[in-house]
């Protein structure tokens, strides 16, 4: 399977504990995008890299929100601190390019319980 | 930004076919309008993008106007397989210049294909 891959599928974490998701887009794709949705709405921007450069954050992602993508390959998503209202689907995505018309490709995302 | 308009929700029969259409009154010159589809737990799925007149492939048909200020998806002879939520996004190019692709994602489509 060539397509986007997303670790651990499911996570479950106390609240204030620390969690870290990893995403490994398709091959050569460089540029990478994290997304974040809840139950009953459609996926939210978070931020994306263009190879190992992170070009944009949302407003939305605080700073207990961290990402990485060291090589320009793989990318990792950080939280701290976890709060109940981060409970959530984690989504990766990545495209070949980023230019007008650039279609996204999405893993199969991560799902984050804070209890 | 970019804004899109599109129904909560549709039913359909078996072998029907079925048009979704999403308003976006603000697209932009450049702007691209892509279709996604969505199952339960997974990442959103990529079904087909367009700029103008009508693009078709070997699932769906996208339908735009001249003016560009809406657009149909049209899914020929559905199945229950299709029963999934369906997201009409238009591209955003929040950094001029930097190619910029966030793709903001409404609430979508809910089809329920009924046998």
């Known amino acids: 399977d060539t397509g986007v891959s997303q670790n651990p599928r499911h996570k479950i974490t106390k609240r204030g504990q620390n969690v870290t998701f990893r995403c490994d887009p398709i091959s050569e794709h460089n540029r990478l995008y994290w997304y974040r949705q809840t139950l009953g709405q459609g996926p939210e921007f978070l931020t994306y890299f263009q190879n190992e450069a992170q070009l944009e954050k949302s407003r939305l992602l605080s700073d207990r929100f961290s990402a990485e993508r060291p090589k320009g390959s793989f990318s990792t998503l950080e939280i701290q601190r976890t709060e109940q209202g981060d409970s959530a689907m984690y989504l990766c995505a990545s495209s070949p390019s980023g230019g007008l018309g650039d279609t996204q490709y999405f893993g199969p995302g991560t799902r984050l319980t804070v209890l | 930004l970019a804004k899109t308009t599109q129904p909560i929700s549709m039913d359909s029969y078996e072998g029907q076919e079925v048009n979704i259409t999403c308003s976006h009154n603000?697209?932009?010159?450049?702007?691209?309008i892509t279709w996604y589809q969505q199952f339960p737990s997974q990442g959103p799925r990529f079904i087909i993008q367009g700029y103008k007149t009508k693009v078709t492939n070997e699932v769906a048909s996208l339908f735009i106007p001249a003016d560009r200020k809406s657009s149909t998806l049209s899914l020929p002879r559905v199945s229950l397989s299709d029963t999934a939520v369906y997201y009409c996004?238009?591209?955003?190019?929040?950094?001029?210049?930097?190619?910029?692709?966030?793709?903001?994602f409404g609430k979508g489509t809910k089809l329920s294909v009924i046998p």
């Open positions: 603000n697209i932009a010159t450049n702007d691209y």
């Open positions: 996004l238009v591209g955003e190019d929040t950094m001029a210049g930097a190619g910029s692709y966030q793709l903001t």
